[in-house]
């Protein structure tokens, strides 16, 4: 594929694209810094507000909301024009984060909480979902880097941005800052994706896979607080459950969250979602990774903080490289191979090193695992946002209804796999009882053969990257 073919940084950039691309990647950013900025500062806000007793809360309703709304998307666009759909996304997020800002007790802040994931949800999944209209197809792979690499972003602003406010008494200021980021970027929408396409009939309302998504969700989100390692891991094989049979509903149903091309045989695309989610699945191990630094090492708050973005810093690197590949297919196979790879270094060395050696492995393996995420992901999002068909022409015909859904399920996988890696830590950890090495022995171990079997499992996917 020439450079042409595959399109270019500059042709990302160029007139008529580059409002586009910042309102996708904004919408992103604005979602995915709330997720890793509350974690920072909800300490102060317990202290000024209260509510202790619901310290899980405030994260476990965002993304519960987030996973439902994001199921919608597909429904939303075929309703509401591209422009408008985004504009009321921003404004249920600036909305959501005002009332928390504004909070004067635990109560109010739950609420704000929940409105902000609704309208997060849909920013994050209509950033994959609009990147077929706003972008030609030659480039989407690099539409798909720039966004997905938004979380790498927020994952190094996002706690920096929470501790400072935090540290200063002012929290509030934090979604404060998020308000005033939307509207920003909502001062753009209007000619950013004033070219988007006229909505589609929408079909019937997916309400069955909704409650099923949903319950998974927030199964998978108790899971992960559960200090039992029994009552954690009946919450995980109950999520699974759940998801199982939000398969087999979407397989029977017409009113599905999914394309229709998940189900059909021969189609590579629910092999490409399952890695998507393995690899999004395995880098919920950054969540706990401060926490090991800290027990484990001894680092300080802000060295353990370092050691955290080790992997979301590898994740943006290996997009921005990756993204450029004229060769797709090698790469989506080495990424998951890396990703194994970095888990498996840092579990071996939580087994026979200690002191700085060991740190030293830590960083060397969550940076080649971020890296092999990085990889792999621009060519996984773009080829579910193409309904996995490899031919430009047959995804030019294909309804574009099922299209839309194809990419809003991109957001959709990314969450629920997102929930899945927590809940998992969360058993993995218990699994240590009080000895912090035992957990986190059992923390990287768990996430190593996780890694593994994906990397095992990757080729059927490559069938359908183009």
Request: proline letters at 6%; aromatic letters at 6%.
């Amino acid at each position: 594929m020439s450079e042409e073919q595959g399109g270019s940084w500059a042709q990302m950039v160029a007139p008529g694209r580059r409002g586009a691309v910042t309102v996708l990647a904004g919408g992103t950013l604005m979602f995915a810094i709330d997720t890793y900025v509350t974690a920072s500062l909800l300490p102060s806000a317990v202290a000024e507000i209260g509510g202790p007793e619901f310290y899980a809360w405030p994260t476990t309703l965002f993304l519960l909301a987030a996973v439902v709304a994001s199921s919608l998307t597909s429904r939303v666009l075929a309703t509401v024009p591209a422009a408008r759909a985004y504009l009321v996304a921003l404004a249920v997020f600036a909305l959501g984060a005002l009332v928390d800002a504004l909070a004067p007790s635990m109560a109010v802040l739950l609420v704000g909480r929940v409105v902000q994931g609704l309208g997060g949800g849909l920013l994050a999944a209509m950033g994959y979902a609009l990147i077929r209209v706003a972008l030609p197809r030659t480039l989407w792979t690099r539409g798909s880097a720039v966004i997905a690499a938004m979380w790498g972003v927020a994952l190094i602003v996002g706690p920096g941005l929470g501790g400072i406010l935090a540290a200063a008494g002012q929290w509030r200021w934090a979604f404060g800052a998020l308000v005033l980021g939307s509207l920003v970027i909502a001062a753009i929408v209007p000619s950013a994706l004033r070219r988007a396409r006229a909505p589609i009939s929408p079909g019937p309302f997916p309400v069955g896979s909704v409650l099923l998504v949903g319950a998974a969700a927030a199964v998978l989100s108790v899971a992960g607080l559960a200090a039992s390692p029994l009552v954690a891991g009946l919450g995980l094989l109950l999520a699974l459950v759940l998801l199982v049979l939000f398969v087999v509903h979407e397989r029977r149903t017409s009113a599905a969250v999914l394309p229709r091309a998940t189900f059909r045989p021969g189609s590579p695309l629910r092999w490409i979602y399952g890695l998507m989610a393995v690899l999004v699945g395995v880098s919920g191990v950054e969540a706990f990774v401060p926490l090991v630094g800290q027990q484990v090492a001894g680092l300080t708050p802000v060295s353990a903080g370092f050691l955290g973005v080790a992997l979301g810093a590898g994740w943006v690197l290996g997009e921005m490289v990756s993204a450029s590949a004229r060769r797709p297919r090698p790469r989506v196979l080495a990424g998951p191979v890396l990703l194994a790879s970095g888990t498996v270094l840092v579990a071996a060395a939580l087994l026979l090193l200690d002191g700085t050696a060991g740190v030293v492995l830590w960083a060397v393996g969550l940076l080649a695992g971020g890296f092999g995420i990085g990889t792999a992901w621009p060519h996984l999002a773009a080829s579910a946002i193409g309904g996995a068909d490899p031919e430009p022409a047959s995804a030019a015909e294909q309804d574009e209804g099922e299209a839309d859904k194809a990419s809003a399920a991109v957001t959709t996988v990314q969450m629920l796999a997102v929930s899945v890696g927590t809940a998992l830590g969360g058993v993995a950890l218990a699994l240590g009882g009080a000895d912090p090495l035992a957990s986190a022995r059992w923390l990287f171990a768990t996430f190593a053969v996780v890694a593994v079997l994906g990397a095992l499992t990757a080729r059927p996917a490559v069938r359908g990257v183009s």
